[in-house]
Every structure is written in C-alpha cells, then in structure tokens.
C-alpha cells in the first residue's frame, strides 16, 4: 500500500513538475514569511524591554525571564504575577510598584499596516505615576482617562506618511489587531523608538484584546527618595528569588 503511494506521488511530481514546483515554492515562502513574523515580533519585544531600563533614575525595572523562541504560544517561561505588584510595593525603600503589559501589535490605517508594540497604561495614581517615569507629553490631543476603552494615543511617527500610508489625525479611527481605535492623542517626539513609535491602551483594553491575564510583562518599581538604589535592588531580588524558588547565584 505505501510502495502505491510513493509510486502515486512520484508519478504526480513527474508529470507535474511546474505546478509541484510552484506549490513547494509556496510552502517555502509561507514557512518564511510566519518564521520572520515571529523572529520580528520577538526582536522588537527585546528591544522594547530593554529600552525600558532607561526611562528614569529612581525606577528598578522587573522583566519577565525567558523569551519565546518556540512556536507561538509557548511564551514566556516564568512570566511576573499580578500578585508581586502588591507584594513589592511593601518591600522595604520601595514607594510603589506597577505592572506593565508589552504586545507586538499590528496597527493599520486606510489598507496600510504596521508592526509596532502596544504598552498598557494603569488607572487611578499609578497613570500618573507611569506618565512622570515615562516623560510622557502631547504633540496634539489628550492622553487617556480611567474608563477609555475603544481609544488610543499614538507615538509621533504615525504622524509621518510613511508609517501608514498617511499621517494619522486625531479622532481617527486605527485598527489595532483588527478592532477599531479612536485616536485621542499623539505624543510629543521624544527621539526615543519606544515613546515615538508607541501604541498606548489602558490595561483592562490591552487584557481583552491581547488575551492576558493574571501576568505582568514588566514590573516598574519606584524607589523611595533617600533609598540606596543597589540594597533595594537586593531586596528586591531576595523576594523574587523566594518566590520562583531560584538559588542565588
């Protein structure tokens, strides 16, 4: 039976050859194409959170350990709980921390796509907070209030025509993972790829469309003033080593 199907398909591939060919080129191709798509949502998501470390000097930034590098959905190994939020906002020297989610997005206006990354934004106090560690100010519109929902504020580059085709204006409508956005807001240039190329949303938003709950990509820990940096760091880590179980180095 199987001596039947080889014979089968050889026989196909030889009286086919073109068509074969150009159906093997295709699966190449699309093989290609989802494996850069990966390998460039990951790259970006790398360059994100690094760049994350360098918004302010009273802040100590938490990333998630582990990178995907597998197949979607594998994601990170050890992600950060909501619950450390809670927990190292009483550690000792540290005033307040804030739980941070980071997507690669895909953004499109009038036919014309993008791949940026949307950054979650936190109600109440902590917006505030968020937008004095991230400098964040305003070109034209408003930054977001506690209960926006389908609204977003965008980063300077959108207002460039070759981002998307056209610049964006505000009260615009963006999709962003195929749902439609309002744009209340575009930021000030900063000369910083994450704050000119953002993508913001409030949290609970960024949690529907993206899916994600219970987790943290980054935790941003404000430290108190007067504090010694390096031992609140080492407070820090001694809680995050209790709770993953990890020896200490």
């Not at 050859?17 to 990951?42: D, E, H, K, N, P």
Request: charged share 25%; aromatic share 6%; hydrophobic share 40%.
């Amino acid at each position: 039976m199987m001596k039947d199907y080889l014979q089968l398909a050889y026989g196909s591939l030889k009286n086919r050859r073109l068509r074969s060919w150009l159906t093997m080129v295709g699966i190449f191709i699309g093989i290609a194409a989802v494996i850069s798509l990966i390998g460039l949502g990951q790259g970006l998501r790398v360059a994100i959170m690094g760049q994350f470390n360098f918004l302010t000097t009273d802040v100590l930034t938490i990333q998630a350990s582990g990178l995907q590098t597998g197949p979607p959905g594998e994601g990170v190994v050890t992600p950060l709980l909501e619950s450390y939020v809670a927990d190292l906002s009483n550690v000792p020297g540290i005033d307040r921390a804030i739980g941070r989610l980071i997507e690669s997005a895909r953004i499109e206006y009038h036919g014309f796509q993008d791949f940026s990354f949307a950054a979650s934004i936190p109600d109440g106090q902590d917006r505030k907070e968020i937008e004095r560690i991230a400098n964040l100010e305003l070109d034209q519109g408003r930054l977001l209030k506690d209960g926006d929902v389908n609204k977003v504020v965008l980063g300077t580059n959108y207002l460039d025509p070759e981002t998307l085709g056209k610049p964006v204006q505000l009260r615009d409508t963006v999709l962003i993972q195929d749902k439609e956005f309002e744009v209340v807001g575009i930021l000030a240039k900063k000369g910083s790829f994450i704050i000119d190329n953002a993508i913001l949303l409030n949290e609970d938003v960024m949690r529907s469309l993206f899916d994600v709950n219970d987790t943290y990509d980054v935790i941003v820990a404000v430290v108190q003033p007067g504090q010694d940096m390096a031992r609140v760091k080492e407070r820090v880590e001694s809680y995050l080593r209790k709770e993953r179980d990890v020896e200490k180095a």
